[in-house]
């Protein structure tokens, strides 16, 4: 194993654990939204439960109200019934936007966390000399005599990558 080869395993080993810690917080927030979005989805369960209880209430006060307005106007009945129905649906509509508020925040949330691994994925970034523009320069400067650290200060790159592109074009 040859020592100028160290540092560009390191520059790997450190790549690859950046990238396995990303791709670990990518999957805890996964999860934690999964049970964010379970939590909403018992919450919107629960909602419908009561719709149906309320709707079952409401053909039963009307089978008592038919029963017992045999003295009530038709006009009187209709109120009746829009308040009775009122009266069941405001808990209903508020329970939903207090739903949809919630889904807003986490959608929020997600597109926030996204942008933000977007960004720190895109600072990830090649070396210059892989780009194949400094190697010719690179491999002929080397050809005529030029020791590595001056190429390296010359063409603004490190020694380690001088020597990576040495050694891919095997001369070196």
């Known amino acids: 194993m040859n020592i100028d080869t ?72 209709y109120q009746e019934i829009e308040r009775s129905v009122y009266d069941m649906v405001q808990p209903l509509s508020l329970g939903l936007k207090q739903v949809k508020e919630t889904i807003y925040t986490i959608d929020a949330q997600i597109d926030s966390r996204i942008a933000s691994l977007e960004t720190g994925v895109k600072q990830i970034s090649i070396p210059s000399s892989v780009h194949g523009n400094d190697d010719e320069k ?24 001088v020597e990576f592109v040495l050694k891919i074009n095997k001369i070196k």
């Open 6 to 77: 160290l540092p560009l395993e390191y520059v790997i080993v450190g790549m690859l654990g950046i990238i396995l810690y990303l791709l670990y917080y990518v999957f805890t927030k996964d999860s934690q939204y999964n049970r964010n979005i379970h939590s909403v989805a018992s919450v919107v369960e629960e909602l419908n439960r009561e719709v149906y209880y309320l709707k079952k209430k409401l053909v039963e006060n009307q089978k008592n109200l038919s029963e017992n307005t045999r003295g009530m106007s038709d006009e009187e009945i």
């Open 138 to 161: 690179i491999i002929s400067l080397y050809k005529q005599g030029v020791s590595l650290d001056t190429i390296s200060k010359e063409l603004h790159i490190s020694k380690p990558e």
